[in-house]
């Protein structure tokens, strides 16, 4: 026999109408020795009992219930939803409503978590949004005031502090076009021109193009032996470039002198291409591996912002590949290196 508690409200009326209706039946059968008149009050009781029990339950207990539902879904009930309502929710046992409850209020806790996270990645975004911005226009505000000043008189310094503003002007220009370039991606409003390529003949003219930042640092930029045979992909091109000089000037920047930067291309299946950028420099601590996509996350404040970037160069790349409907990862040892990866769709026919 199932656990009372597990009955459907139908149920447990007729269980509580017999438990009444049993012993008073016997009780008559006793007082009158009539089976008949027994029987018939069984029947009687039982049925008045049952009637009397469902009507309690569906209309002061059932009707809260549902109250509680509409509250959950926070939602004006449709015809539908109020035939739900009215037909399917008083078939539930009392332990099936309380698992509804629990479950809505365990999503509830994780919403109001993500809430919490999201609320604390904007305070962050703002502040480290602030200081992106603060840092250059301060910059040429000390200066503008410096010439201001006479240093104007002075032709040499005056040249110089012009240059340092221009680069500081560069520097406000090229946030303001990132951030522009990651708000369009976050909208969906950058279109992709897919196209069938070699991917390994793009990493080779960004090697090339890139010359000069390797060079400085004697970095030897290879394709991993084994890689070199030429894989076909089906994406934005422009957009990969995009993607991949971010990749390698990262490398670049942080990867130490006399190093390498490999490229590793493996056709993973008849669908898929991976494609991953390796240095062997300072690498970055697991700590910060789950965050190195966010906007203007930087492992090391100081050091990296020394480095130049707006901080926004892995979050564009991240924003590139999901819009192509792909994942892109890092993996990261400190004082080893670190391999960021991401996947393409294979060549279309």
Known sequence: ??????????????????????????????????????????????????????????????????????LIYQTKATKKEEMYFKYILPQKSIDEVRADVEAWGEHRIKEIELLRQNEAYRKEFLQNLAHEF??????????????????????????????????????????MNDLDEISKLERGEQLLAKQNFPIQELIKEIYDSLSIKTQAKNIRTVIKKGC??????????????????????????????NGNIVASIYDTDDQHVLIEISDDGIGIEEEHLPRIFERFYRTDTARSRDKGGTGLGLAICKHIIEAHGQSIHVRSTPDVGTTIGFTLESKRD
Do not use: C
Not at 157 to 172: G, H, I, P, W, Y
């Open 1 to 70: 026999m199932p656990s009372a508690k597990n009955f459907s409200p139908r149920q447990l009326a007729a269980f509580t109408a017999a438990i009444l209706a049993f012993p008073i039946a016997v009780g008559i059968l006793i007082l009158t020795g009539n089976w008949q008149i027994g029987l018939a009050s069984l029947v009687v009781v039982f049925a008045g009992s049952y009637w009397l029990i469902l009507v309690t339950m569906e209309r002061f207990i059932y009707r809260k219930i549902k109250l509680i539902y509409k």
């Open 134 to 175: 603060k840092t250059p226009i301060f910059a040429i505000q000390g200066y503008v005031d410096l010439l201001l000043d006479g240093a104007m008189e002075e032709e040499a310094v005056a040249k110089r502090f012009l240059e340092n503003t221009s680069k500081n002007v560069d520097r406000l220009v090229n946030l």
């Open 228 to 257: 070199e045979a030429p894989i076909t992909v089906f994406a934005d091109k422009e957009k990969i470039k995009q993607v991949l000089i971010n990749l390698v000037e990262n490398a670049t920047k942080y990867g130490k002198h």
